[in-house]
């Protein structure tokens, strides 16, 4: 079946520091693939998205190519800031009607100032 | 502009007690989702409604069932809590149109069965 597999965490950084988190799918047919995150108590919130091969998703600064020659989908900011400590998701959704995502494990990250 | 709401936050059960979560979302969607988060496991659909009427299984379906009670609602219910129940339970939903529609989370409820 589907399956999401991400970086092992936690990750530390310090503010202003080069971040990825790397993730890689296994998937039939061209599935989309999503990161979401999740602030401390909060639900999730999608990060960004991208629908086909070679798409870039981006969004505050993240940003994330869709990979099919090597199955990855990895994050990516150039300076992180301490209000990005959160846990990062990547998931993947096949073409259905309805939207039943699979999740990869999630990467906790922290950033110090 | 509440979005997806859960009710309880918390709960504590002993095994073997049952309860419902309740969710409930103001933003027209179709279709709604529940799933449980554990450590190291990421998130796991455990059933979801397509749309009205309708309530499919997830990955995870075994000790829960599901009701989709109009558009708005979409409970899950414990009918006898196990300590392998304990968890993290997020209800979301999502808009019509393709699989791409994001999904949109409630805060999650935090859920310890002793």
């Known amino acids: 079946g589907d399956s999401v597999t991400q970086m092992e965490g936690p990750v530390t950084l310090s503010e202003e520091a080069f971040l990825t988190i790397n993730c890689t799918y296994t998937?039939?047919?061209?599935?989309?693939l999503f990161w979401y995150v999740q602030y401390p108590g909060e639900g999730l919130q999608l990060l960004l998205k991208?629908?086909?091969?070679?798409d870039k998703g981006s969004n505050k600064g993240f940003e994330a190519t869709y990979r099919k020659e090597t199955t990855s989908f990895h994050l990516e900011k150039g300076s992180v800031q301490v209000s990005d400590s959160a846990v990062y998701f990547c998931?993947?959704?096949?073409?259905?009607?309805?939207?039943?995502?699979?999740f990869g494990q999630g990467t906790r990250l922290t950033i110090n100032p | 502009n509440a979005g997806v709401t859960q009710t309880p936050k918390f709960q504590v059960l002993k095994t073997g007690q049952s309860m419902t979560l309740q969710c409930a979302q103001d933003?027209?969607?179709?279709?709604m989702y529940w799933y449980r988060q554990d450590p190291g496991m990421g998130l796991r659909l455990i059933y979801y409604?397509?749309?009205?009427?309708?309530?499919d299984k997830g990955e995870v379906p075994n000790g829960y069932n599901v009701s989709r009670l109009n558009k708005r609602e979409f409970s899950l219910r414990l009918e006898s809590a196990a300590p392998s129940q304990t968890s993290v339970y997020f209800c979301?939903?999502?808009?019509?149109?393709?699989?791409?529609?994001?999904?949109?989370f409630g805060n999650g409820t935090r859920l310890t069965v002793t």
């Open positions: 998937a039939t047919g061209y599935p989309s």
């Open positions: 991208a629908t086909k091969a070679d």
């Open positions: 409604s397509a749309s009205e009427g309708t309530t």
């Open positions: 979301a939903s999502s808009g019509p149109g393709t699989a791409n529609s994001p999904l949109h």
């Open positions: 933003m027209n969607h179709n279709s």
């Open positions: 998931a993947l959704s096949a073409l259905q009607g309805a939207q039943k995502l699979v």
